[in-house]
């Protein structure tokens, strides 16, 4: 094993948007790029943070009231992602208003009721209710339905190459990049920590977790669940343009190339898919063609698969101090939310980390957990 005897003032565990935007947070607050190293498996994007067609939805789930965080994560993130498309040629983003059809099946009542109760604490958004009439002259494309919730902004953002630009850029400017395999060990020498892979060792000062998935077996009493996300990519009969994302039991959003991504979630407590490309194609269009009837001629062009890890006692992120290892953050929990939610987060933990204050919101704070949820697997932690 080759040890790597400087040590650097941040060593981050994981590769994804996580790591990455808590790298760029921290150097663009003023922490030298060379005292930053990164450690990730095979390379940017590799885990969930590859999704090849995301959309910023600023009211994910079925209700239309926001939960805690919400409004302030959205804010914050659509700047920051126009922050980070006005750094490149590289185009990863699309702005779509997002369209929510009210479909009864799908909780068409819950939808209005909740939206009428949100109306109040929705002033970061422009939206509104649509009558079936202006949903068929508006977007045409949508299947007949009672009407449907119209949001504005939304974002379509294609994750892996805002993810690979934002990693490109990072070492460009002297973060140190690694992908000599997965972290497998951290040990705490009562003044640094030593992070092994099976290639090599590194010191580091302070160590930031962000693992994705593989938050479990870091803190295996954490109450996790682990989702799946299936997205499939179809080229678009032609002459057809979806002028907007629509948000109903999964989504279905423009990509750059023109072509549409289709994505959804399930629970299936597994860590890889047993789905042939050709089964992920088939049902993505079953859910797609209730909401864009045309989509039944669309081409299959790729598929996606990735799995997330959520709390199950709210399924909120969870972001902060760990509080019984020694100077080590935790960036973890945001299951399918991971745009909504990482920029800000990853900002708020770099302010935490070099101003000494806790500046995390409530809502993703490593605080309103027990000391106890993160005693760590003894494998993985010597302490």
């Not at 289709?262 to 042939?276: L, P, R, Y």
Request: aromatic share 8%; glycine share 8%.
């Amino acid at each position: 094993m080759m040890s790597k005897q400087t040590s650097v003032e941040v060593l981050i565990v994981g590769g994804g948007l996580a790591g990455y935007g808590l790298a760029e947070a921290l150097v663009r607050q003023g922490m030298e790029a060379e005292g930053i190293c990164l450690l990730e498996a095979s390379h940017p994007g590799a885990g969930s943070s590859g999704n090849v067609g995301a959309m910023l939805n600023p009211l994910p789930g079925r209700s239309l009231y926001p939960k805690p965080g919400y409004p302030e994560a959205f804010v914050y993130v659509r700047d920051w992602i126009a922050a980070q498309q006005a750094q490149t040629d590289t185009r990863f983003t699309l702005r779509y208003p997002v369209v929510r059809p009210l479909i009864e099946e799908l909780g068409a009542e819950q939808m209005r009721r909740s939206f009428a109760r949100g109306k109040e604490v929705l002033d970061f958004l422009e939206a509104r209710e649509l009558s079936a009439a202006e949903v068929a002259t508006q977007y045409p494309l949508l299947a007949p339905t009672e009407g449907a919730i119209e949001l504005r902004p939304g974002v379509a953002v294609e994750f892996g190459l805002l993810v690979r630009d934002l990693a490109e850029r990072l070492r460009e400017a002297g973060v140190v990049w690694s992908a000599e395999g997965p972290v497998t060990q951290l040990e705490w020498t009562g003044q640094e920590w030593l992070c092994r892979t099976e290639h090599e060792e590194r010191r580091a000062k302070r160590v930031v977790l962000a693992v994705g998935a593989d938050l479990d077996e870091w803190f295996p009493a954490l109450p996790m669940q682990m989702t799946g996300g299936e997205l499939a990519v179809f080229s678009p009969p032609e002459g057809m343009a979806l002028n907007c994302m629509v948000s109903a039991a999964g989504y279905v959003t423009t990509r750059c190339d023109g072509n549409w991504a289709v994505g959804a979630t399930f629970w299936h407590g597994q860590k890889h898919s047993d789905f042939s490309q050709e089964e992920i194609f088939e049902r993505l269009r079953g859910k797609a063609k209730r909401l864009i009837p045309c989509i039944v001629d669309a081409k299959p062009v790729s598929t996606w698969f990735g799995v997330r890890a959520i709390f199950r006692t709210d399924r909120q992120p969870i972001v902060g101090v760990v509080p019984t290892m020694p100077s080590c953050y935790l960036m973890g929990a945001f299951a399918s939310k991971g745009l909504l939610w990482i920029p800000w987060m990853a900002e708020s933990l770099a302010k935490t980390m070099l101003q000494k204050e806790d500046h995390i919101h409530p809502a993703a704070s490593i605080l309103r957990l027990k000391e106890k949820n993160f005693v760590p697997a003894p494998s993985r932690v010597l302490l």
